[in-house]
């Protein structure tokens, strides 16, 4: 087995809150830069970036998992991850059908653009890729594993936009892969706060919106080698496969 150190939240300049430094190239510098072994990209509601960041990580070394921060009609966040480009176009098509026809005002929002690996801008997206989809947590998840894909609500521990902050708790039956919790929080003083989630799986990413955030919460994956069915298996804890949130270095 090896250890594999991976960013698994990280938005691009496609998301509206995201910084205009945030171009594919510039995301996959900053990760080989830390030494990133797997990087997670989740932009708001879309899939558009990952493909290029895909090609471009590759030539770095390092293995990228594309998917999509969505927002459940509960206005809660959850991480998807899919293997390959044919489920990401499939999922693309999903949120696409089930956002809501809201049109962004890149005063108040930020822009949403679609960019080349020069940081071109070939596209920029019309709907608010912010708004909450018209779809509930159940039925993302379900169409998140019938294409194959990986289900992680995002950052439970935060007051907003999470599935305690949206519910209340964290339902037994939610079926996720794992949980995410924010750079705030370590595993154990969640659990502490809501013993019944001891025993989850729990994973950690930056939710970098800015280069220098990048890499800034990490989850260490111990797997047999690099890929997305080896991630499934360390979720579950597969045959001596583990994940586990590598510590904040305490500030100096």
Not at 109 to 129: A, N, P, S, T, Y
Not at 144 to 151: A, M, P, Y
């Amino acid at each position: 087995m090896q250890l594999f150190s991976a960013d698994l939240h990280v938005h691009t300049v496609l998301s509206p809150c995201g910084d205009l430094d945030m171009s594919p190239a510039n995301v996959v510098e900053e990760a080989a830069g830390k030494r990133i072994d797997i990087l997670g990209i989740t932009d708001h509601n879309s899939t558009r970036h990952c493909q290029l960041i895909k090609k471009l990580a590759a030539e770095k070394g390092i293995f990228v998992i594309g998917g999509a921060e969505v927002t459940t009609r509960e206005e809660a966040h959850c991480l998807t991850f899919f293997e390959n480009n044919d489920q990401l176009e499939a999922f693309q098509q999903y949120l696409e059908e089930h956002l809501p026809d809201i049109p962004n005002d890149p005063r108040y929002f930020g822009h949403q653009v679609v960019v080349d690996e020069q940081g071109i801008i070939l596209e920029e997206i019309r709907k608010l890729l912010i708004s909450a989809l018209d779809q509930s947590i159940e039925q993302v998840r379900d169409k998140v594993h019938r294409l194959g894909g990986i289900f992680i609500p995002a950052h439970i521990d935060r007051p907003s936009y999470s599935l305690i902050s949206q519910l209340g708790f964290v339902p037994p039956d939610i079926r996720a892969d794992a949980y995410e919790l924010s750079r705030h929080t370590s595993v154990e003083d969640m659990v502490r706060k809501y013993p019944y989630l001891e025993g989850q799986t729990f994973v950690g990413g930056s939710d970098a919106h800015m280069p220098g955030q990048i890499g800034t919460r990490r989850t260490l994956m111990r797997m047999e080698k690099v890929s997305f069915q080896e991630v499934k298996k360390a979720l579950r804890g597969e045959g001596g496969r583990s994940v586990k949130i590598e510590p904040v270095p305490a500030r100096k």
